[in-house]
């Protein structure tokens, strides 16, 4: 057993590269894929915009460390992102958590579909009653029309 | 001196600006011709004077004139030629003068290019063009002046942001203010139409090709700006979601509904006030782009309450702009007419309908990109809103937006049947289904997230495949002869909608398909990656023209055969003691491979990333197909004969056709 973890801390010091890396255990594959997947959604607090999957600096580099601790430790990603937020607040969180200040942030998306497409269809509807069909031909269709008529082919519109 | 006259042609453009915005606008209001005629000579005069100060000060820059404190804060004596001229915009200054260039660019062009506009229009339209450069040369003038004198003179200066220090800047940026800018002329040209209260065919007809003009250099430039970012920031991210790029991509969603929508303006007169309000948008968000980069707010919030000079100006040149155009708006809207009658099913409701989806995507790329600022400044909390509420709130809207694109092309005009057109449709959404269920299975595993981009992109291709098919055929047989007699602007329309498909491959496959691995290797050291065997050989020290660099060895081998050789840097530029990563690519149209150094690691060994991106050129190739297609929409025959026809036939007459 001994001999096994060995190897394993061994070849995670060489794939990793990181230094001081004896305390790490390698991960398989899904919490490999984890790590990653949280990495992504963390905001490195030291950089301009960039998450720590991304940055180089140090803290990025500290905190993709303990994300990896935490997994081989067992910990679940809210677990790990609890811990995130604890010690840095929301900003940390590139993806914001649902509450009062941010339900319209979340919400709004959605609210500006559902009210452009009820604006449209109303719009649709009244439009057309509303709309006269002897509306007078303009230029370009009464082109057309002399077109079609001269047995040429209709330019197409695209 | 050479700066002084910079500064004094900035004066005198700011007067003629004056002139072009007064003058033309209330010739027009009272039908004074010579009035009226000021616009032309105005707008070229301007532009010669903005010319001019923009090459003022490209020349303290290539000449190294440190006594200009925006020389000597963004360039320096070891910067190379290129960077040195390109360094001209990169600080906050030159790029407000890049702006007003563009700006006034814009103009002269439409100056020439107008002679069979009546007379009214042009003056309209030169006028309010003439008062967004009176906006923003004061604001150059008063609060960004560009040529600040420094004394004594620096020794040397403080040097271009290494990370600027690329090709990349000199092309990009003006790219991208082309486009940004260029939507002024349809915003002016909407003005003018509301201005004149005639809002017909004519006016999108007129307004359309400089519209797809601006979209086509605004893709480009965001393009540019996206490759960019890929090559030089070294982690191989193309899109961050940033609110600098928002702040170019929202524009770029209006306008891509305002081509749409200018479209039906043209064609059946109908979305009249919609297409303005369109226009006044676009314009609105490339101003708002401008405050939201240029007045600090991004950075923080306080550092932009502790000097709000240049922010307070363009926010309250913002407000007068969009604010006076929305009141016109209001006041002239009501009076335009509906245009042609369609059903609920017809082209122009499906393109209607793509329009709101369009818009409602640029109000949630605004609402992510301002919400945190407004939390901040209201003290609710510090929140980030990053690229996972972008995908995830983007995504779902694309989509439909998608699927309708591929419909739009083949629906009629006033009416379509829905059940006609699935019949017409049946074949390509069989194609796209399977390929969907296919490709992700024979590249390995399948998800439903990969087979839904895959869906999408394979409904666009086999969509513009059956449209292209229908155009071909003369009963039931296929008459390859018209290919050739299909117009340009139908070219143009397909060629762009297969680049968004050519671009979602691209993002699917990357997103899905693209493999990471951060390394620690020494001399000799192998990592296998997307087939490949990457050996590392070490690193040797080389010297730049302004910088010093470690420059890694990485050959790259396929089955045992060395096939190229890569060499990414870790560069040190000692003016601003920073140290930049520059990344080896090897690109092709299957894949990149990209590596990039981290950090040395013990005597000769380096951390190193090596990430394998399957298609990922496919992004940006869709971008530069989209462009095409505009480009192409442009040499279109009716605008070719309308030119021909301009010079036989008096203003009014010209045909619309």
């Known amino acids: 057993m001994k001999r096994m973890i060995a190897s394993v801390l061994f070849s995670w010091a060489v794939a990793t590269g990181v230094a001081g890396a004896n305390d790490q255990k390698e991960l398989d594959a899904v919490g490999k894929a984890r790590a990653v997947a949280l990495a992504a959604e963390l905001r490195c607090l030291v950089c301009q915009n960039q998450t720590i999957a991304d940055s180089h600096a140090e803290l990025a580099v500290d905190l993709r460390r303990q994300i990896h601790v935490q997994i081989a430790g067992g910990k679940s990603d809210a677990e790990i992102v609890d811990f995130m937020v604890t010690r840095y607040g929301d900003f940390v969180l590139y993806r914001p958590p649902f509450k009062a200040t941010t339900a ?9 579909v559902l009210v452009g497409v009820i604006v449209l269809l109303r719009f649709l509807r009244t439009r057309r009653t509303r709309a006269q069909s002897d509306v007078p031909l303009t230029e370009a269709q009464r082109k057309m029309a002399a077109e079609l008529l001269a047995g040429a082919t209709p330019r197409e519109s695209q | 001196m050479i700066p002084e006259i910079g500064q004094f042609a900035l004066i005198l453009a700011l007067l003629l600006s004056i002139v072009q915005g007064v003058l033309p606008l209330a010739g027009a209001a009272r ?7 000021v616009a032309r000579p105005a707008s070229r005069g301007q532009f010669l004077f903005v010319a001019l100060a923009f090459g003022c000060l490209a020349y303290s ?4 004139d440190f006594s200009v404190l925006n020389v000597a804060n963004n360039s320096n004596s070891g910067l190379p030629v290129p960077y040195r001229f390109a360094a001209t915009w990169g600080s906050h200054e030159g790029s407000m003068l890049l702006w007003v260039f563009m700006l006034t660019g814009w103009s002269a062009a439409v100056s020439i290019a107008s002679r069979s506009l009546p007379e009214e229009m042009v003056a309209r339209v030169l006028g309010v063009m003439g008062l967004i450069g009176t906006g923003f040369l004061l604001f150059m003038l008063l609060t960004s002046n560009p040529f600040d004198r420094l004394f004594p003179a620096a020794q040397d200066g403080r040097d271009m942001n290494p990370l600027l220090q690329d090709p990349g800047m000199v092309i990009h940026p003006p790219m991208l203010y082309m486009g940004y800018v260029g939507f002024s002329v349809a915003f002016s040209f909407a003005i003018a139409a509301l201005l004149g209260g005639k809002l017909d065919s004519t006016w999108a007809r007129w307004s359309r090709p400089w519209t797809t003009l601006a979209w086509c250099f605004l893709t480009i430039g965001i393009m540019l700006g996206s490759w960019w970012a890929y090559y030089e920031l070294g982690w191989g991210g193309w899109w961050f979601w940033d609110p600098v790029e928002n702040a170019s991509f929202m524009p770029w969603i209006v306008g891509t509904a305002l081509i749409h929508s200018l479209a039906v303006t043209e064609r059946r007169g109908a979305f009249k006030s919609w297409t303005v309000l369109l226009a006044i948008t676009a314009f609105s968000l490339s101003l708002l782009g401008t405050f939201l980069v240029r007045s ?8 932009f309450a502790t000097d709000p000079k240049r922010g307070v100006f363009i926010l309250i040149f913002l407000a007068i702009v969009t604010g006076g155009s929305l009141v016109l708006f209001a006041v002239r809207a009501p009076k335009v007419g509906l245009g042609g009658k369609f059903e609920i099913v017809s082209r122009e409701s499906l393109l209607l309908g793509n329009n709101v989806l369009l818009a409602a995507a640029c109000g949630s790329v605004l609402l992510g990109t301002l919400y945190p600022l407004f ?3 209201l003290q609710l909390g510090k929140i980030s809103v990053g690229p996972p509420y972008f995908d995830s709130v983007f995504a779902p809207l694309m989509a439909p937006a998608i699927f309708l694109m591929g419909v739009g092309p083949l629906a009629r005009w006033k009416e379509a049947r829905i059940p006609d057109l699935a019949m017409r449709l049946r074949w390509a959404a069989v194609i796209a289904v399977v390929s969907a269920i296919l490709v992700p299975l024979i590249a390995g595993e399948w998800t439903l997230m990969k087979s839904f981009g895959y869906l999408l992109a394979f409904w666009v291709f086999a969509a513009s495949l059956t449209s292209i098919r229908e155009r071909l055929l003369v009963g039931t047989q296929l008459e390859w ?10 070219w143009g329309m397909i060629a762009a909608h297969v680049g968004i498909g050519v671009f979602i491959i691209g993002v699917t496959t990357v997103k899905s398909y693209e493999v990471e691995r951060d390394v620690r290797m020494d001399i000799g050291d192998t990592v296998a990656v997307g087939g490949y065997d990457l050996k590392f050989e070490g690193t040797e020290e080389v010297a730049g023209p302004n910088y010093s660099a470690a420059r890694g060895t990485v050959v790259v081998s396929r089955n045992g055969k060395a096939v190229r050789t890569l060499h990414p840097e870790k560069r040190f530029y000692p003016v601003q003691q920073s140290t930049m990563t520059e990344a080896a690519i090897d690109s092709g149209l299957f894949g990149d491979l990209y590596v990039s150094l981290g950090e040395p690691v013990g005597d000769r060994a380096w951390s190193v990333r090596v990430y394998s991106k399957p298609f990922i050129t496919w992004i940006w190739g869709g971008c530069v197909l989209m462009a095409l297609g505009g480009f192409l929409a442009l040499t279109d025959r009716r605008y070719r004969a309308s030119l021909a026809q301009r010079s036989a036939l008096p203003a009014h007459a010209a045909s619309p056709s």
């Not at chain 2, 039908?31 to 005629?37: A, D, H, K, L, S």
């Not at chain 2, 820059?61 to 190294?64: Q, S």
């Open chain 1, 104 to 112: 319209f942030l979340w919400l709004g998306p959605a609210l500006f």
């Open chain 2, 31 to 37: 039908g004074n011709p010579v009035w009226m005629g």
């Open chain 2, 61 to 64: 820059f290539v000449t190294n």
């Open chain 2, 296 to 303: 600090g707010v991004l950075t923080s919030v306080h550092a």
């Open chain 2, 375 to 377: 939390l901040d400044a």
């Open chain 2, 481 to 490: 002869s018209r290919l050739g007699q299909l117009p340009r602007g139908y």
